[in-house]
Structure formats: structure tokens, C-alpha cells
């Protein structure tokens, strides 16, 4: 059985910096296609960063520059380096892994505020 687990959020500043942990347990994890999700109140979840079996990435535009995806298939692990954090950064971040099936952690709450 797949479980994703996700941690790392706060409450940080703008401008500040966190870092997002994925755990991805249960599964061959070197097999997944992984991705960061946010929803923020009152809006739809948005795609933030894909991250392919190989390591190669993908950012949604806001926040190009500003956030790292990373894995470690050794570990089962996925990352999310977050810096020069923005209020409008503000949401729940999910983890997600996607092979044949798409598998989501319980979110991690991320808010910038001053």
C-alpha cells in the first residue's frame, strides 16, 4: 500500500525560506513520476513542480527561480526548496506520485505572513 507523507511547513515571513519532505513508502519509488501540489483558500490545486524518474524538472511560472524540486530514490524521498517566499505562497502543499495510479499525501500547510 502507497503512502505519502508529507512535512516541513510553518509559518515564515516573506522572504523567507522553508523546505518541503516527501515520504513515499509502500511503493518502488524510483518507478514514480513525483509533483508538489498547492491549494490556497477558495482556489483550485495547482501543479508546482513535477519532478521525472530521472530528476529532471518543471515549475509553474510563479514560482520559477524561487522553488527547487529534488529527489533522492535511495531514500524514497522528494524535496521542495521554497526561498524569497511570497505571501501569495500561502496554501496547503501535497506531494503527489503518479504510476499507473496518482497517490497523494495529507498536505502540509505553508504560510507566509508577516
Known amino acids: 500500500q502507497v503512502q505519502i507523507v508529507e512535512s516541513g511547513g510553518g509559518l515564515v515571513q516573506p522572504g523567507g525560506s522553508l523546505r518541503l519532505s516527501c515520504e513515499v513508502s509502500g511503493a518502488l519509488f524510483s518507478l514514480y513520476i513525483m509533483s508538489w501540489y498547492r491549494q490556497a483558500p477558495g482556489k483550485q490545486r495547482e501543479l508546482v513542480a513535477g519532478?521525472?524518474?530521472?530528476?529532471?524538472?518543471n515549475y509553474v511560472d510563479s514560482v520559477k527561480g524561487r522553488f527547487t524540486s529534488s529527489r533522492d530514490n535511495a531514500k524514497n524521498m522528494v524535496y521542495l526548496q521554497m526561498n524569497n517566499l511570497r505571501p501569495e505562497d500561502t496554501a496547503v502543499y501535497y506531494c503527489?506520485?503518479?504510476?499507473?495510479?496518482?497517490?497523494w499525501g495529507q498536505g502540509t500547510q505553508v504560510t507566509v505572513s508577516s
Open positions: 503527489n506520485g503518479k504510476f499507473v495510479d496518482d497517490y
Open positions: 519532478i521525472s524518474k530521472s530528476g529532471s524538472t
